[in-house]
T-cell receptor, first 113, second 112 residues
Framework: EAQVTQNPRYLITVTGKKLTVTCSQNMNHEYMSWYRQDPGLGLRQIYYSMNVEVTDKGDVPEGYKVSRKEKRNFPLILESPSPNQTSLYFCASSFGGLNTEAFFGQGTRLTVV | QKEVEQNSGPLSVPEGAIASLNCTYS??????FFWYRQYSGKSPELIMS????GDKEDGRFTAQLNKASQYVSLLIRDSQPSDSATYLCAVNGDNAGNMLTFGGGTRLMVKP
């Protein structure tokens, strides 16, 4: 089954404790992206990647890191989480280009206390 | 900064009515337009895409695009309670591959 898989689905952590949210897709998509979703603000792009070893900042990259060492994986790293990073996070992938559908993972609800 | 604007709603319509959802965007270079449906706590799922001016119909859904007015809309005919969700407008116009810019979404409530 074609899918984008995120883990964990739910995470509660403390301020400053490094964490990684994993994202994996099995559709051989070149493009992958991370979004955060907050009430009233919609989906905002954090980082995106056009291919292996190619990443770039989205609209809200501060406090986040990503890596793309393999085509299928695109982990999101929070080196020192803060409460303002409490949010619902989505990973998405697509074949790329302008006219292609983005497929989303199930979401990760992160709470930083 | 590219912007995509939607009325947050809620938009309430009776069952069987037509629901009309609207979206405006700021980047005149935008070329691809998408409507996603998102149920509460779930991930967005694509329901319509449109790339050229005019109407595009798929079942009960019709997407309308007017690039001159920088306006895209989604019509849902014969609305059902199962259509109750948040509808996200997304725009892609960056040839470098920056995926999608989303609007804040419109919450639709279809009342039986």
């Amino acid at each position: 089954e074609a899918q984008v898989t995120q883990n964990p689905r739910y995470l509660i952590t403390v301020t400053g404790k490094k964490l990684t949210v994993t994202c994996s897709q099995n559709m051989n998509h070149e493009y992958m992206s991370w979004y955060r979703q907050d009430p009233g603000l919609g989906l905002r792009q954090i980082y995106y990647s056009m291919n292996v070893e190619v990443t770039d900042k989205g609209d809200v990259p501060e406090g986040y890191k990503v890596s793309r060492k393999e085509k299928r994986n695109f982990p999101l790293i929070l080196e020192s989480p803060s409460p303002n990073q409490t949010s619902l996070y989505f990973c998405a992938s697509s074949f790329g280009g302008l006219n292609t559908e983005a497929f989303f993972g199930q979401g990760t609800r992160l709470t930083v206390v | 900064q590219k912007e995509v604007e939607q009325n947050s709603g809620p938009l309430s319509v009776p069952e069987g009515a037509i629901a009309s959802l609207n979206c405006t965007y700021s980047d005149r270079g935008s070329q691809s337009f998408f409507w996603y449906r998102q149920y509460s706590g779930k991930s967005p799922e694509l329901i319509m895409s449109i790339y050229s001016n005019g109407d595009k119909e798929d079942g009960r859904f019709t997407a309308q695009l007017n690039k001159a007015s920088q306006y895209v809309s989604l019509l849902i005919r014969d609305s059902q309670p199962s259509d109750s969700a948040t509808y996200l407008c997304a725009v892609n116009g960056d040839n470098a591959g920056n995926m999608l810019t989303f609007g804040g979404g419109t919450r639709l409530m279809v009342k039986p």
